[in-house]
């Protein structure tokens, strides 16, 4: 999944760098600064957008510690006498055979371990979101939506133009309108 999210990633770059305003960088003019003003924003939200990619995939998501141990009912907000957790929603892990503190589950078939704070299991990741990672995943979310934002209206010009058989800026003339075939 790493290389197909990286693989759109390239794709998109293609479409918007190297075929659509990358070129017009090098004739000058108005194209010049057009291009720039996508250009610019494009690779700083792609790199904000990879660098937030790669922390959510390669961030340890640390295992609960073997000795931990509640210190306050979070529900209640009271302090826990020496080991009395009888009225406490402490959870047992049959797995690890430990105690887990809230909001953490076991992800043994995918990650082989309990997880702090789960929320899920991304395969876009191919990692558990939790604690360490979630505002990196957060980020990766915020700055893909910017990203193809970006991407869709710089785009939309050259979509609807070949959509509606208009001449595309930039492109060869069709020879079969202008002989009359």
Known sequence: MILLVLGVVGVTYYAVVLTNY?????????DTLA?????IPFHALLAMLLWSYFLVVF???RSVPCNWR????????????SGDFSRLKVHFCRKCNQLKPPRCLQMGSVCGR???????????????VGALNYKYFLLFLFYTFLETTLV?????PKFIAFFSDEEIAGTLPDCSRINGD
């Open 22 to 30: 990358g070129p017009n960088l090098i004739y000058g003019g108005f």
């Open 35 to 39: 291009s720039l003003a996508v250009s």
């Open 59 to 61: 961030t340890d998501l």
């Open 70 to 81: 509640p210190a306050v009912d979070e529900e209640r907000g009271d302090a826990v006498q």
């Open 114 to 128: 309990c997880v702090l704070k789960m929320d899920h299991h991304c395969v876009w990741v191919v990692n558990c």
């Open 152 to 156: 869709t209206i710089s785009l939309l």
